[in-house]
């Protein structure tokens, strides 16, 4: 038996080899190995693509033909980036910017722009407000984020914008005050240093004061409801 099964592939194998017969996968074991190096094989290709378009793109910035795109920052922490503002300034700047956020989709875009400005009573034209998205749009996406948003105050803090621009009209005209915030005005180093360590210290104070704020209308709330009962137990 042994040897008429030994001699059965032998007469197969040569017969695959003079092409009188076509190879197939004998068992589920070989045919699962066969897929695996194919997928294994496929995977390459896929990682061999990608690492090249990623050298062609460097290539390209390299030579000044790609323009260099800033990563998504749909989610950061204002506090920690923005530490010239301070706390009340930031919420005052996400509320403005949210009233403005027609659609609700976390960015300001051309027409959420132009009602912004005639509402500031500074109206606009098309290229105007392109131009004002276009100063500080560093994702190049044609909207406005709220880092974005909070870059025009920060320009306008230190002084960056031009005075007839329609961004330093929108920071003059927005009620939000940052002509003496931040540390970007300091003439030296040590200047500078003090004014980081004051900022910090206000921004831990004013985090304690919304602590202490909260605690207090907790107290207040937990006396109200006590009134309440005992008014409720003087009828019953």
Excluded: C, W
Aim: glycine share 6%; no cysteine; charged share 35%.
């Amino acid at each position: 038996m042994a040897t008429d099964e030994l001699s059965s592939k032998l007469s197969r194998r040569l017969q695959i080899e003079e092409g009188v017969e076509v190879p197939v996968a004998i068992d589920e074991a070989d045919q699962g190995h066969e897929n695996g190096a194919a997928e294994e094989k496929a995977a390459t290709a896929n990682a061999d693509s990608e690492l090249g378009a990623k050298l062609m793109r460097r290539g390209e910035l390299n030579e000044g033909v790609g323009e260099h795109q800033q990563p998504s920052m749909k989610v950061f922490n204002p506090y920690t980036e923005f530490k010239e503002f301070s706390r009340k300034q930031i919420k005052d700047m996400e509320r403005m910017f949210k009233e403005y956020d027609a659609g609700k989709d976390g960015y300001i875009d051309l027409m959420e722009l132009k009602l912004m400005m005639e509402k500031l009573g500074a109206p606009q034209t098309h290229l105007g407000l392109k131009n004002m998205i276009k100063e500080v749009d560093e994702d190049l996406d044609n909207k406005l984020s709220f880092r974005e948003f909070l870059l025009i105050f920060r320009k306008a803090a230190a002084g960056e914008l031009a005075e007839d621009s329609g961004l330093s009209v929108l920071a003059r005209l927005s009620e939000i005050d940052v002509s003496t915030e931040g540390v970007k005005g300091a003439k030296t180093f040590f200047e500078a240093k003090v004014a980081a360590v004051n900022a910090s210290s206000q921004f831990e104070a004013e985090i304690r004061q919304e602590q202490e704020e909260k605690k207090r209308q907790a107290e207040e709330k937990k006396q109200r409801q006590a009134a309440f009962k005992n008014l409720q137990s003087a009828f019953k």
